[in-house]
């Protein structure tokens, strides 16, 4: 009777665990019906980037203008998509020298090509708030691949933001103008902030 007591016993434990496991599974698919859909890339964002330089020091900056659409699938994370378009001559770094500089043919050549753009071909979930998001980037007429990491910071019920982290080599694009003094890796540290569309 005891041995019947104690099996009873721990197959109450095992369920009432299984059913406590469940909840923030359920949780999870309640965040991402809340989530899904198309997404317009608003001003609010901010898209920083930093090039480090040998002994410290470095160029620090971000862009001002850009525009962007990002739709999220809330049952396969692997069919969202972004398609994302910067504008490098509105690159900001706060000395007037050094924006000319990266405007100029020496490095964005913004007069010739006027645009960066960036399609996802994949996109990654790594955990319940995060993916990789791999695509093809294209700057100076020149494409490669290229891959980000976005975080899930915050959501409401029609809007969105996200952590995006990723580097990109410019001698890639043809824009290794200074190195090995400046480094060739490109980090950029973004929040992407997007409305429901």
């Given at each position: 009777m005891k041995t019947t007591t104690q099996l009873l016993s721990t197959v109450t434990r095992i369920a009432i665990a299984v059913t406590l496991a469940s909840i923030p599974l359920v949780a999870k698919a309640d965040t991402l019906s809340q989530v899904a859909g198309s997404y317009k890339i608003q001003p609010s964002s901010r898209i920083g980037f930093s090039v480090g330089q040998v002994g410290g020091g470095g160029i620090k900056g971000d862009f001002k203008k850009f525009s962007g659409v990002f739709k999220l699938n809330p049952t396969s994370i692997g069919q969202s998509s972004i398609n994302f378009t910067l504008y490098p001559d509105s690159v900001s770094t706060g000395q007037a020298r050094i924006e000319n500089f990266l405007r100029s043919?020496?490095?964005?050549?913004?007069?010739?090509?006027?645009?960066?753009?960036?399609k996802s071909t994949q996109v990654t979930q790594t955990s319940p708030n995060t993916a990789e998001i791999a695509?093809?980037?294209?700057?100076?007429?020149?494409t490669s691949p290229?891959?980000?990491?976005?975080?899930?910071?915050?959501?409401?019920?029609?809007?969105i933001t996200f952590q995006v982290e990723g580097k990109i080599l410019r001698s890639r694009y043809g824009m290794d103008v200074g190195t090995p003094i400046y480094s060739?890796?490109?980090?950029?540290?973004?929040?992407?902030?997007g409305q429901r569309s």
């Open positions: 043919d020496a490095v964005f050549d913004s007069a010739n090509f006027p645009t960066i753009t960036f695509g093809m980037l294209t700057a100076r007429g020149k290229a891959s980000f990491q976005a975080s899930l910071a915050n959501h409401g019920k029609n809007s060739n890796v490109v980090q950029f540290d973004m929040q992407i902030d």
